[in-house]
């Protein structure tokens, strides 16, 4: 009874490193990661008398997470400790291929679910974000979108005749010209203005138009 009592008192007063370090190390991803699911570390942590601290790293790599915790006590030390963590959700896919500048309807899009920690970040994850937009490159069936894949639909086109509007002295000037390339709203584009034949540059806009900066 006496070395039951005292094997008790012993375990009371050492110190519960390993759950405080659990607790340390989800928070961080959880701060990081609010969607996660975190398996607990296999390997054994080193007892520490201090305050323990944790930091998340800034990418997972295939559903694992290096954590680094560090021990304030004295002695204190560092270790990295490897986390699995999951993160379930949905992806948008391609039905189909794409060429480059096709526009994506939402007869082409599906959703689906997986474990987003396996994945590059930026997916898109609802038909929505990518409805009306153009193929940024030839995309295979299959595809998992992104946004970096997409662009916005064109505002312009190459050859079009446009509205060129700029201002002097507080007034509108309006000409005709042709547009020198293809542009989305608020991109950057070259127009020969069909009068002087000379070419100005400026932004995009809805309805034809370009505004030339003064």
Same mark, same amino acid.
């Given at each position: 009874?006496?070395?039951l009592?005292?094997l008790?008192?012993?375990l009371?007063?050492?110190p519960?490193?390993?759950?405080?370090?659990l607790?340390?190390a989800?928070?961080a991803l959880?701060e =990081?990661?609010p969607?996660? !699911?975190?398996?607990?570390?296999?390997?054994?942590?080193?007892?520490c008398?201090?305050q323990?601290?944790?930091e998340?790293?800034?990418a997972?790599?295939e559903?694992?997470?290096?954590v680094? !915790?560090?021990?304030d006590g004295s002695?204190?030390?560092?270790?990295?400790?490897a986390l699995?963590?999951r993160?379930p959700?949905q992806v948008?896919?391609? =039905?189909?291929a794409l060429? =480059?500048?096709?526009?994506?309807s939402?007869?082409?899009?599906?959703?689906?679910?997986r474990d987003?920690a396996r994945?590059?970040?930026?997916l898109l994850s609802q038909p929505?974000?990518a409805e009306?937009?153009?193929?940024?490159?030839?995309?295979?069936?299959g595809?998992?979108?992104?946004q970096d894949?997409?662009?916005p639909?064109l505002a312009?086109?190459r050859?079009?005749?446009?509205?060129?509007?700029?201002y002097?002295?507080g !007034?509108?000037v309006r000409?005709?010209?042709e547009?020198?390339a293809?542009a989305?709203?608020?991109?950057r584009?070259?127009?020969?203005n069909?009068?002087?034949r000379r070419?100005?540059?400026?932004l995009?806009?809805?309805?034809?138009?370009?505004e030339?900066a003064?």
């Open positions: 009874m006496r070395l009592l005292a008790c008192c012993s009371i007063a050492s519960l490193w390993a759950a405080d370090a607790v340390a989800r928070a959880l =990081r990661w969607d996660a !699911l975190i398996s607990t570390p296999a390997e054994a942590l080193p007892a008398t201090g323990v601290s944790a998340a790293p800034g997972l790599r559903g694992q997470a290096q680094r !915790l560090r021990c002695p204190g030390w560092t270790r990295f400790v699995g963590v993160r959700g948008l896919v391609l =039905r189909r060429a =480059r500048g096709e526009s994506l939402a007869d082409l899009l599906y959703t689906e679910p987003l994945l590059p970040g930026g929505e974000q009306g937009q153009l193929a940024r490159r030839a995309l295979p069936a595809s998992l979108l992104s894949m997409l662009m639909p312009i086109r050859g079009d005749s446009v509205t060129l509007v700029g002097a002295a !007034l509108e000409a005709v010209g547009a020198l293809d989305t709203e608020g991109a584009l070259k127009v020969r069909r009068d002087s070419v100005v540059e400026g995009a806009r809805s309805g034809g138009k370009v030339i003064p």
